[in-house]
């Protein structure tokens, strides 16, 4: 069954996934670095090879892009509509 929210209400959930998206988008490019560093480090003792960490560090780089355009391709149109 389908329910009408006020739209009061769905301002607020758009606001609300709007924040949090902005919040994982930053916490992604910092956890980003710190994940590379680690990655790069286990390459000097052994523990993966070079083209393991060029696959892994270009994966994480996508997952931020998306979740960075996804926070921008929301906020925008969030924006618009309060």
């Known amino acids: 069954m ?3 929210q006020p739209k009061a209400t769905i301002a607020d959930a758009c606001s609300e ?17 710190a994940h ?8 000097g003792v052994g523990g993966t090879t070079p083209s393991n960490v060029i ?6 780089r996508l997952l931020d892009e998306h ?3 996804t926070w921008r391709a929301t906020a925008h149109p969030a924006a618009a509509g309060t």
Do not use: G, K, M, Q
Not at 17 to 32: I, M, P
Not at 55 to 60: N, R, Y
């Open 55 to 60: 696959a892994h560090v270009d994966a994480i």
């Open 36 to 43: 590379r560093h680690t990655l790069l480090a286990s390459v």
């Open 17 to 33: 996934t709007v924040a949090r998206l902005a919040r994982c988008s930053s916490e992604l490019t910092a956890l980003s670095v």
């Open 67 to 69: 979740v960075h355009y």
């Open 2 to 4: 389908i329910t009408v």
